[in-house]
């Protein structure tokens, strides 16, 4: 008799945790759910989650409770007879009749080496704290904020031009393949889930828009991490001449400036040779790509070329 597996995602993230149990024909996925449609674009017309899209395209029933504290969608969720509740950034927290549910329990897909970040942004959390190495955790999960037991993990190095996008879709990847290994050591009660130490936790909260902004009396190396992590939402951004600008690309550089930025205001764009740069209180912040308002994403030296006084002005 297989394992009736149900899924629980909605972003992308989740898409190839998804695709991996639809290829194994030993835990069928007998439903999935998934955040309602939002309003999405400059339309601002629903469009479905891109777990919902990927359901739909293997024929998966699929499940939109605003929350799963409503009783129709408990009700939904008991039919469906789950052995086992594989979720993977769902957006909602699981009250306990849905934990206490399937036999198996509910395991989840946690994109960082727990006990470090948990929450709901782990990955530019590792990026902004300036971590080496991040990789994936699956726990089983109880009633706390990714406070479960560990199941498994699997490290994964930062590289020095990752970005929340490139990252996420890296740990992605991971998680899949490390669910896929675990899976049937799991089911079969191969494996003795371990407690974290609550000594080494930290969090990572959900992203606010306003944490883009871009303080430039900050160290270069820590505003190219903000880039770097917020890219491509909430995205690091400035104002100049009282619009705003997104930094999409830049870079740190601390040696050899000293001298010729002494005196000069965070803030203040300057010519380096291979661009536009912005003093910061510490270093200088070379800038590779960057979107104003309204407009479509421009290499940094071609925007400066193009906005005459950029060179010289101050950024705020």
């Known amino acids: 008799m297989p394992f009736r597996v149900v899924f629980m995602g909605t972003p992308r993230f989740a898409i190839p945790i998804l695709q991996g149990l639809i290829d194994r024909d030993s835990e069928p996925v007998v439903g999935v759910f998934t955040q309602p449609d939002r309003p999405r674009g400059r339309g601002r017309q629903p469009e479905p989650s891109p777990v919902k899209m990927l359901a739909q395209q293997h024929g998966l029933p699929v499940l939109e409770p605003v929350s799963l504290r409503d009783p129709k969608a408990m009700a939904e969720l008991q039919t469906l007879q ?15 009749p849905v934990l ?6 509910c395991l989840n897909v946690h994109a960082s080496l727990l006990p470090r970040w948990r929450g709901a942004a782990p990955v530019a959390a590792a990026i902004l704290a300036g971590d080496d190495t991040t990789g994936v955790t699956i726990m089983r999960m109880d009633a706390g904020l990714d406070t479960g037991p560990v199941v498994s993990q699997r490290p994964l190095a930062i590289a020095p031009q990752d970005t929340r996008e490139s990252l996420t879709a890296r740990l992605a990847q991971l998680g899949a393949d490390l669910l896929g290994d675990t899976l049937p050591d799991w089911l079969a009660g191969n494996i003795e889930p371990q407690p974290q130490d609550e000594a080494l936790a930290t969090h990572a909260p959900r992203l606010k ?15 190219a991490r903000q880039v770097r992590a ?13 619009k705003p600008l997104r930094i999409l690309r830049a870079f740190a550089a601390g040696e050899g400036w000293q001298d010729r930025t002494s005196g000069m205001l965070p803030g203040t764009v300057i010519a380096a040779p291979d661009g536009p740069a912005v003093v910061t209180g510490s270093g200088v912040l070379h800038l590779l790509e960057v979107q104003s308002a309204g407009k479509r994403p421009m290499l940094a030296d071609a925007f400066a070329r193009g906005a005459r006084g950029f060179v010289g002005d101050c950024l705020a």
């Open 82 to 96: 789950p052995d086992i509740i594989v979720v993977a950034a769902f957006g909602q927290i699981l009250p306990p």
């Open 230 to 242: 917020f890219y491509s939402w909430p995205g690091a951004f400035t104002h100049w001449r009282g």
């Open 209 to 223: 828009k306003e944490q883009g902004l871009i303080r430039w009396d900050q160290p270069a190396i820590d505003i």
């Open 100 to 105: 206490e549910l399937p036999p198996f329990g």
